[in-house]
């Protein structure tokens, strides 16, 4: 059977199907456009629909979703960050400059630290620090060597002697006008290194150097606005110097005789070489007789290193008078009772009142001992010009058998103590010091004597009470005793040398001496001034100290 012929009439293309063209004869002058640009073709619309499709970014995940970006603050967190640690390495190393001083050669530095203040070290002797200003830099001062040459010309020529505080002033100022640029410059150039290696783009670069330009320029105003000139008569010796604490005067003489101070500075600047040679004669001022020097110390613990440095800082310091405010011992034993018999030998008069490891027994002992006075109960002596009174621990917890009695004890003792003030006070005789080796039976005294003395709390702490009467509680000068080597840490061995006017019998100044504890070798001398401080009015009833400590603390 014969197939039907097929019909040549093209059909219609369906709906929304493109149209497709076959190419045909061209005619004569006419050209063609390519396939793509036919907008009619669906070759065309589909290489322009390609064209037109965003491509995908770098950050696309597998998702197909766009990461967004990074926050500003992230950015800007990023960059303060960049600019700090370029600006501490360029100041690491390159900030520092070197100056001569007087006859010495220097080197000054600016370092990150988070308290400021000033160090200068002396190799091989020691540090010393100063709290000159509080900004987030600190000014390292280090003293290379003494110039021979500047060194001889002062001493064949000595009339140089009258101009070279002036010297070295003019060199102190110059050094750091050299100092500030070299660590703009340092600091600037190690945040623009540091940004160009994390951001590598010039103008991210750029703003990183400029950022701590700015952070530095911050941290010298802070510096500036901070700055404490008095912060040179409270210094901090480490090393070789804590054996020469004298180096700043004596109370009475930092004062009121402050140009002979400065005379001082200078005549130490140009010593250099004999403190290389003997590091315990450095230049000091002349004992003052006015001055009425008392070592305080406190919790020994039955640690025999206490006496040693107790007979050494007696001789040291040209003691007057020491006060022990308790815890000698350890378990109040009469066995122990032997370890007492130092207290007679120490070349001072010796003070002392009862702590909470202390027994009667103790107190009998020491009592009979030669130079030695024990105060309890509010009694008076009076050593060295100064009318001192005391009371004892009233709890001797070594006794199991008895269940501590905690603060109201204590008060009730510091009341006694108040008592025996009030009526010394009535009768025309002051107390200039009250003893009591709990802070909290101290704090009892508030208002009624300028200064009251503790211990128990085997740490240093100085506050001036509500009524203005000021309490100072020392550390364990034993180191804590045989307890030392239960610790991780070891506990320093702390005592004070309290400096007082002979007239007013007013505390000026004193010093906090420090020594590393067991198995450390740390020594360090801080000075520290007394602003005046006057006690209540007559007849004031004393309250319990908001801070006073629990008698449950170490001691």
Known sequence: MARAARSRTPRPDPPGRPRLRLPGPRRPGHRRRPADHDRSGASGRLRTALRRRPRPSRRTPPGGWLVPPARPYARTLGLVAVSLLGAWLGLLLLGGVRAPVGPMDTSM????????????????????????????????????????????????????????????????LHGAAG?????????????????????????????????????????GAAAYATWNP????????????SSAPSVVGTARSIVSEFDVYQKELARLVTNVSKLYDTASTLPAYRPDPTTLRVLHVSDIHLNPAGWHLIASLVKQYRIDVIIDTG????HGSAAENHFLDPAATLGAPYVWVRGNHDSRTT??????????????????????????????????????SVAPAGDPAERAAGGRLADALRTQR?????????LAHNPVAAAQTDGLVPLALAGHLHQREVSTLPRGTRLMVEGTTGGGGLRAVQDAKPAPVEASVLYLDRTTRRLQAWDEITLGGLGL???????????????????????????ATPSGRPG
């Open 363 to 400: 107190q009998r002992y020491l009592a009979g001992r030669r130079n030695v006075t024990v105060l309890d109960d509010g009694r008076v002596t009076r050593v060295a010009g100064l009318r001192i009174a005391g009371v004892g621990d009233p709890q001797f917890t070594p006794d199991r």
């Open 179 to 219: 100092l500030v640029a070299a660590s703009c410059a340092a600091a600037a150039a190690g945040a623009t290194a540091l940004g160009l290696v994390v951001y590598r783009r010039p103008r991210r670069a750029l703003a990183a150097g400029g950022l701590a330009l700015a952070l530095l320029t911050a941290s």
């Open 521 to 547: 070798t740390r020594a360090e001398v801080s000075r520290h001034l007394a602003r005046e401080n006057q006690p209540g009015t007559p007849g004031a009833t004393p309250s319990p100290s908001p801070s």
């Open 230 to 241: 008095r912060s040179v008569l409270e210094p901090r010796f480490s090393g070789l110097l």
């Open 109 to 172: 530095a600016l370092r990150p630290s988070l308290t400021g203040g000033t160090r200068i070290t002396v190799p091989p002797l020691g540090d010393l620090e100063l709290d000159s200003h509080a900004a987030p830099v600190r000014l390292d001062v280090a003293v290379d060597r003494l110039d021979p040459v500047r060194s001889a010309e002062l001493v064949d020529h000595p009339e140089r002697f009258a101009g070279l505080q002036r010297q070295v002033t003019d060199d102190v």
């Open 327 to 330: 815890d000698t011992m350890d």
């Open 426 to 434: 009535l009768a025309g005789t002051p107390v200039d010091i009250a």
